[in-house]
Nanobody, 117 residues
Framework: VQLQASGGGLVQAGGTMRLSCAVS????????MGWFRQAPGKEREFVAR????????YYSESVKGRFSISRDNAKNTVYLQMDNLKLEDTAVYSC???????????WGRGTLVTVSS
């Protein structure tokens, strides 16, 4: 299983950005896909997830209402739409995959998102 995150870069506060996570070796519609982030000097934290069966989503309180996780089954890709970005959203964002009922067992390399004032 391989996960490839992309779409990071520099954006101004209040702006938008969309991250992509292309997956091979596991079907995103049959797994739990999550986004995590790690800010400089901080521990990695959960951002959002989407459950394979039914597509139920769940968000951390810090991003709820601003971020949206979705997937394209045909492309086997998961997205993280980030709106109204804040300085504190600056972090390396990584995608991860888990089998239904299991823990995250595959991780992609992160992509850096920098929010400037």
């Amino acid at each position: 299983v391989q996960l490839q995150a992309s779409g990071g870069g520099l954006v101004q506060a209040g702006g938008t950005m969309r991250l992509s996570c292309a997956v091979s070796g596991r079907t995103v519609s049959s797994a739990i896909m999550g986004w995590f982030r790690q800010a400089p000097g901080k521990e990695r934290e959960f951002v959002a997830r989407i459950r394979g069966t039914g597509g139920v989503t769940y968000y951390s309180e810090s991003v709820k209402g601003r971020f949206s996780i979705s997937r394209d089954n045909a492309k086997n890709t998961v997205y993280l739409q980030m709106d109204n970005l804040k300085l504190e959203d600056t972090a390396v964002y990584s995608c991860a995959s888990a089998p239904i009922g299991g823990g995250y067992d595959y991780w992609g390399r992160g992509t850096l998102v920098t929010v400037s004032s």
